[in-house]
């Protein structure tokens, strides 16, 4: 074998070496767990004083409703992977002593819509919200504003759970929110398979 055949036999080797290492790198790329970045504020409207015995009012129709204490959680839910979804769950539970009584959620405009399981009210409070985002592209940010009273206690960000599942456009596969404090047992409540849930806490990527 001459020296030239000898640099195209060393040639097409490095080639189909490059190419299968690309091919390695892009199945690990497509399969790995998107960054969805977070951030969870919470401010306390109202908590009650015992030395005052005061309550805040709130107005739902002809009726009102009294509280000890009353708190606003907004989070921030944005894409930062590389991958479009076609739509993003994620759910939120507060602790055993507290309600959602009002929720808002928004995106960028008109076309990113976000909806509600069971939409909460000062009469029919819930302590589970189950939300999804459509769509949920690049960079796309949804902002879910929560309104949370309590009997006993307030409301602190530490108490606040949040799970999510991900589904990706371009291949329909489910993949795992990271959980940054240990794990919570039980299955995802949006999808019996496939799927294993996490608690996210602020600040986090998963």
């Not at 009650?48 to 129709?61: I, Y």
């Not at 819509?113 to 960079?139: E, G, K, M, S, Y």
């Amino acid at each position: 074998m001459g020296l030239d055949e000898g640099i195209k036999v060393v040639a097409g080797l490095a080639g189909a070496v490059l190419g299968f290492l690309l091919k390695v790198w892009y199945d690990r790329r497509q399969g790995r767990k998107l960054p969805i970045r977070y951030s969870v504020d919470l401010d306390r409207i109202f908590s009650a004083n015992p030395e005052l015995q005061a309550q805040v009012t709130v107005h739902q129709g002809t009726k009102k409703f009294s509280y000890d204490h009353l708190a606003l959680v907004k989070v921030t839910i944005t894409n930062r992977g590389n991958n479009d979804l076609d739509s993003f769950a994620f759910g939120l539970t507060v602790p055993d002593d507290h309600d959602i009584v009002v929720a808002q959620c928004e995106g960028a405009d008109r076309h990113h819509v976000a909806t509600f399981a069971a939409t909460p009210l000062p009469a029919l409070p819930i302590r589970n919200l189950d939300v999804t985002c459509v769509p949920f592209h690049r960079d796309d940010a949804y902002i879910l504003k929560i309104y949370v009273r309590s009997e006993t206690t307030p409301l602190t960000k530490e108490s606040i759970q949040l799970r999510g599942c991900q589904k990706t456009g371009n291949n329909n596969r489910l993949t795992a929110a990271r959980d940054l404090r240990p794990a919570m047992t039980g299955p995802c409540p949006f999808h019996k398979e496939n799927c294993h849930g996490g608690r996210l806490y602020a600040g986090g990527v998963f």
